[in-house]
């Protein structure tokens, strides 16, 4: 069994900063790449930021500047550092994990975060 519980999020203002945690825990083996899924009202979730085993990371070009992705391998642990919110940042957070099987990868999802960003 894995687990990933998530922590962080909240309401904030505009220009505010929220940073989320996630930390994997159970039957780990290799865990690839990790990241960071949003999803807002009536939208399709979609990827805000990854970054593999190796620190190759990759952003969606609305967060490119104003949010950074990086973790912790020896912890199982990925972070997601928001600075200069906006309004069309709120959503409901999920991070994800990549975890190699034997012959396949399976992925994981955290329980979801909630992030407000309001005036």
């Known amino acids: 069994q894995v687990q990933l519980v998530q922590s962080g999020g909240g309401l904030v203002q505009p220009g505010g900063s929220l940073k989320l945690s996630c930390a994997a825990s159970?039957?780990?083996?290799?865990?690839?790449?990790m990241g960071w899924y949003r999803q807002a009202p009536g939208k399709e979730r979609e990827l805000v930021a990854a970054?593999?085993?190796?620190?190759?990371?990759n952003y969606v070009d609305s967060v490119k500047g104003r949010f950074t992705i990086s973790r912790d391998n020896a912890k199982n642990m990925v972070y997601l550092q928001m600075n200069s919110l906006k309004p069309e940042d709120t959503a409901v957070y999920y991070c994800?994990?990549?975890?190699?099987?034997?012959?396949?990868?399976?992925?994981?999802w955290g329980q979801g975060t909630q992030v407000t960003v309001s005036s």
């Open positions: 994800n994990a990549d975890i190699q099987q034997r012959d396949y990868v399976l992925r994981y």
């Open positions: 159970g039957s780990l083996f290799t865990i690839n790449a």
């Open positions: 970054i593999t085993r190796g620190g190759v990371i």
